[in-house]
Protein backbone atom coordinates (compact mmCIF):
# COMPACT_ATOMS: atom_id res chain seq x y z
CA UNK A 1 0.00 0.00 0.00
CA UNK A 2 1.49 3.15 -1.27
CA UNK A 3 1.19 6.08 1.81
CA UNK A 4 -0.34 9.20 -0.14
CA UNK A 5 -1.91 12.17 1.64
CA UNK A 6 -5.22 10.75 1.24
CA UNK A 7 -3.98 6.88 2.45
CA UNK A 8 -2.31 8.53 5.56
CA UNK A 9 -5.66 10.44 6.59
CA UNK A 10 -7.45 7.41 5.85
CA UNK A 11 -5.63 5.24 8.45
CA UNK A 12 -5.66 8.29 11.30
CA UNK A 13 -9.29 7.74 11.12
CA UNK A 14 -9.54 4.25 11.14
CA UNK A 15 -7.16 4.53 14.24
CA UNK A 16 -9.79 7.07 15.91
CA UNK A 17 -12.70 5.09 15.10
CA UNK A 18 -10.95 2.02 16.61
CA UNK A 19 -9.95 3.71 19.72
CA UNK A 20 -13.39 5.39 20.69
CA UNK A 21 -15.08 2.11 19.60
CA UNK A 22 -12.98 0.23 21.69
CA UNK A 23 -13.59 2.31 24.89
CA UNK A 24 -17.34 3.23 24.36
CA UNK A 25 -18.00 -0.58 22.71
CA UNK A 26 -15.30 -2.76 24.32
CA UNK A 27 -17.06 -6.01 22.34
CA UNK A 28 -16.71 -3.68 19.30
CA UNK A 29 -13.23 -3.48 19.97
CA UNK A 30 -12.05 -6.67 20.23
CA UNK A 31 -14.07 -7.96 17.30
CA UNK A 32 -12.51 -5.08 15.47
CA UNK A 33 -8.94 -6.38 16.77
CA UNK A 34 -9.54 -9.64 14.65
CA UNK A 35 -8.83 -8.31 11.29
CA UNK A 36 -5.46 -6.89 13.24
CA UNK A 37 -4.42 -10.14 14.25
CA UNK A 38 -5.66 -11.74 11.11
CA UNK A 39 -2.95 -9.40 9.10
CA UNK A 40 0.01 -10.01 11.29
CA UNK A 41 -0.73 -13.74 10.65
CA UNK A 42 -0.58 -12.69 7.07
CA UNK A 43 2.25 -11.44 6.72
CA UNK A 44 4.52 -14.61 9.13
CA UNK A 45 2.42 -16.91 6.42
CA UNK A 46 3.82 -15.50 3.87
CA UNK A 47 7.37 -16.53 5.42
CA UNK A 48 8.67 -19.39 2.83
CA UNK A 49 12.34 -19.25 4.02
CA UNK A 50 15.13 -21.03 2.65
CA UNK A 51 16.43 -24.15 3.73
CA UNK A 52 19.64 -23.55 6.03
CA UNK A 53 22.89 -25.03 4.66
CA UNK A 54 24.86 -28.02 6.25
CA UNK A 55 27.37 -26.18 8.91
CA UNK A 56 30.22 -27.14 6.87
CA UNK A 57 29.33 -25.14 3.91
CA UNK A 58 28.64 -22.65 6.55
CA UNK A 59 31.75 -22.02 8.20
CA UNK A 60 33.45 -22.17 4.77
CA UNK A 61 31.11 -18.95 3.42
CA UNK A 62 32.18 -17.60 6.73
CA UNK A 63 35.51 -17.16 5.69
CA UNK A 64 34.33 -13.87 2.98
CA UNK A 65 36.73 -15.80 0.28
CA UNK A 66 36.18 -15.88 -3.52
CA UNK A 67 36.57 -18.77 -5.61
CA UNK A 68 39.19 -18.79 -8.05
CA UNK A 69 38.30 -16.44 -11.16
CA UNK A 70 34.93 -15.51 -9.15
CA UNK A 71 33.43 -12.44 -6.82
CA UNK A 72 31.28 -13.30 -4.14
CA UNK A 73 28.20 -11.27 -3.21
CA UNK A 74 26.58 -12.18 0.66
CA UNK A 75 23.47 -10.43 1.63
CA UNK A 76 22.35 -10.80 5.67
CA UNK A 77 20.16 -9.47 7.84
CA UNK A 78 20.67 -9.33 11.75
CA UNK A 79 18.75 -6.26 12.97
CA UNK A 80 15.63 -6.95 15.17
CA UNK A 81 12.77 -4.48 13.71
CA UNK A 82 10.49 -6.79 10.87
CA UNK A 83 13.07 -9.83 11.93
CA UNK A 84 10.38 -12.24 11.35
CA UNK A 85 9.22 -10.89 8.19
CA UNK A 86 10.60 -12.79 5.16
CA UNK A 87 12.92 -10.75 2.62
CA UNK A 88 13.06 -11.78 -0.96
CA UNK A 89 16.72 -11.42 -2.53
CA UNK A 90 17.93 -11.88 -6.09
CA UNK A 91 20.51 -11.92 -7.79
CA UNK A 92 20.45 -12.80 -11.40
CA UNK A 93 18.78 -16.28 -11.38
CA UNK A 94 19.35 -16.86 -7.77
CA UNK A 95 16.46 -16.22 -5.05
CA UNK A 96 15.75 -16.48 -1.55
CA UNK A 97 14.36 -15.90 1.54
CA UNK A 98 15.25 -15.59 5.07
CA UNK A 99 14.51 -14.18 8.30
CA UNK A 100 17.07 -12.32 10.60
CA UNK A 101 19.64 -14.20 11.84
CA UNK A 102 20.80 -15.65 8.24
CA UNK A 103 22.68 -14.59 5.22
CA UNK A 104 23.52 -16.29 1.47
CA UNK A 105 26.20 -16.08 -0.40
CA UNK A 106 26.37 -16.03 -4.17
CA UNK A 107 29.90 -16.79 -6.63
CA UNK A 108 29.52 -14.61 -9.64
CA UNK A 109 31.68 -13.83 -12.34
CA UNK A 110 33.57 -10.22 -12.06
CA UNK A 111 31.56 -7.42 -13.11
CA UNK A 112 28.43 -5.55 -12.08
CA UNK A 113 25.84 -7.05 -10.65
CA UNK A 114 22.00 -6.13 -9.28
CA UNK A 115 20.68 -7.50 -6.08
CA UNK A 116 17.50 -7.24 -5.59
CA UNK A 117 15.66 -7.02 -2.14
CA UNK A 118 12.56 -6.97 -0.84
CA UNK A 119 10.47 -7.71 2.25
CA UNK A 120 8.02 -10.98 1.62
CA UNK A 121 4.88 -8.58 2.82
CA UNK A 122 5.36 -5.70 0.04
CA UNK A 123 3.96 -6.02 -3.32
CA UNK A 124 5.81 -6.06 -6.60
CA UNK A 125 7.52 -2.62 -7.54
CA UNK A 126 8.82 -1.96 -4.21
CA UNK A 127 11.96 -3.82 -4.96
CA UNK A 128 15.15 -2.14 -3.65
CA UNK A 129 18.07 -2.73 -6.32
CA UNK A 130 21.56 -2.20 -5.16
CA UNK A 131 24.25 -2.25 -7.85
CA UNK A 132 27.82 -3.83 -7.16
CA UNK A 133 31.13 -4.04 -9.16
CA UNK A 134 33.36 -6.83 -8.27
CA UNK A 135 36.52 -7.49 -9.42
CA UNK A 136 38.19 -11.22 -9.50
CA UNK A 137 38.82 -12.34 -6.04
CA UNK A 138 36.55 -9.38 -4.54
CA UNK A 139 33.70 -9.81 -1.80
CA UNK A 140 30.74 -7.22 -0.80
CA UNK A 141 28.83 -7.79 2.05
CA UNK A 142 25.78 -6.37 2.25
CA UNK A 143 23.77 -5.68 5.80
CA UNK A 144 19.86 -5.40 4.81
CA UNK A 145 18.41 -3.07 7.50
CA UNK A 146 14.97 -1.65 7.99
CA UNK A 147 14.35 2.23 7.67
CA UNK A 148 11.51 2.63 9.48
CA UNK A 149 8.91 5.53 8.31
CA UNK A 150 6.06 6.76 10.40
CA UNK A 151 3.65 3.81 8.65
CA UNK A 152 5.87 1.59 6.68
CA UNK A 153 9.76 0.15 6.43
CA UNK A 154 12.12 0.96 3.26
CA UNK A 155 14.48 -1.76 3.00
CA UNK A 156 18.46 -0.14 2.73
CA UNK A 157 21.21 -2.18 1.81
CA UNK A 158 25.07 -1.12 3.82
CA UNK A 159 27.99 -2.35 2.12
CA UNK A 160 31.27 -3.37 3.22
CA UNK A 161 34.32 -4.86 1.99
CA UNK A 162 36.36 -4.77 4.74
CA UNK A 163 36.97 -8.79 5.38
CA UNK A 164 37.61 -8.68 9.45
CA UNK A 165 34.30 -7.17 9.48
CA UNK A 166 32.58 -8.96 7.24
CA UNK A 167 33.58 -12.00 9.09
CA UNK A 168 32.75 -10.47 12.31
CA UNK A 169 29.26 -9.91 11.48
CA UNK A 170 28.93 -13.70 9.83
CA UNK A 171 30.44 -15.63 12.62
CA UNK A 172 26.87 -15.24 14.62
CA UNK A 173 24.27 -16.38 11.80
CA UNK A 174 22.99 -19.23 9.91
CA UNK A 175 23.44 -19.89 6.30
CA UNK A 176 20.69 -20.72 3.59
CA UNK A 177 20.55 -21.50 0.09
CA UNK A 178 19.54 -20.37 -2.57
CA UNK A 179 16.39 -21.76 -5.11
CA UNK A 180 17.42 -21.33 -8.73
CA UNK A 181 14.37 -20.03 -10.56
Given amino acids: MNMTPRNIILFALAVIIGLAG ?3 YPTI ?3 LLIPVLGFVAYILLKNRGAKDADPAMAEAARQFTAAPGMAAIYVMRSGFVGGQQG ?6 ALTSQFRTGRFVRADVPPGTHDVRGR ?4 IGGTDK ?7 PGECVLL ?3 L ?6 AKL ?3 ESRDPAEARAKLAKLKLVEWKAE
Fill in 29 to 31: GLI
Fill in 143 to 145: DAK
Fill in 22 to 24: GIY
Fill in 87 to 92: MNVGIG
Fill in 147 to 152: DMGALQ
Fill in 156 to 158: VFI
Fill in 129 to 135: IHTVTLA
Fill in 119 to 122: LAAQ
